[in-house]
């Protein structure tokens, strides 16, 4: 998980420790009204909380996508690299394709020699 991750993780896990010394030590001066605010900013704490920590697992699921597709992205420029150009388009994989072809065809007839 990644530092500014970590870094909300923590804020919202202190005010929901601020939330719970409030409970533990009673109420005191607080009025009814007080009381049910008190509550009310819990819970939303509470539901900020999982929908947070939902959130950051999407989040490394999404990077671990996006490394998956840089390297498939490497790859396929790797490819693109090793070929000759196209000389209409310089780097064009409809080119690769045809030109994988060709050397497919070329070596099935040099192996038939």
């Not at 109420?27 to 939902?54: C, F, P, V, W």
């Not at 950051?56 to 420029?77: F, M, P, Q």
């Amino acid at each position: 998980m990644g530092h500014h991750h970590q870094d909300i993780l923590n804020r919202v896990e202190c005010w929901r420790d601020r939330l719970s010394t409030v409970e533990k030590t009673g109420y005191g001066s607080y009025s009814g009204q007080a009381e049910k605010k008190h509550r009310r900013r819990k819970i939303r704490i509470m539901n900020i909380t999982t929908d947070l920590s939902e959130a950051l697992k999407r989040i490394e699921e999404l990077e671990h996508e996006l490394e998956v597709s840089n390297g498939l992205l490497k790859d396929r420029d790797a490819l693109l690299n090793a070929i000759p150009l196209c000389p209409a388009h310089g780097l064009c994989f409809p080119h690769a394709l045809e030109w994988i072809e060709q050397v497919k065809t070329l070596s099935r007839i040099i192996s038939g020699l």
